[in-house]
């Protein structure tokens, strides 16, 4: 899960003109905008994981697509995570 995690938020980085409304202009001065983007893509991968989706981050264009495909791969990877601990201490 993790490593799913991980890897979209690498691809949201590299694709992170697709995003928009993004909160990178509230986020201090001090942080490098590196650091803002970084932020700001594990947080999207995140909540299109977990399929929260809280809308303050929207994708544009093919990333759209991209974001659907992480929901699903959420809801699959959590429902087999959950079938197996249930297995487990049944």
Do not use: H, Q
Request: hydrophobic share 50%; charged share 10%.
């Amino acid at each position: 899960m993790l490593f799913c995690i991980a890897g979209f938020s690498i691809l949201y980085f590299n694709f992170y003109d697709y995003l928009t409304g993004s909160a990178i202009d509230t986020i201090n001065f001090a942080v490098s905008l590196f650091c803002a983007k970084l932020i700001n893509s594990i947080y999207f991968s995140l909540i299109s994981f977990t399929t929260i989706g809280y809308g303050d981050i929207l994708p544009i264009g093919m990333l759209r697509f991209v974001t659907g495909l992480e929901g699903l791969f959420g809801i699959l990877l959590t429902a087999s995570f959950m079938t197996v601990l249930a297995r487990r201490y049944t």
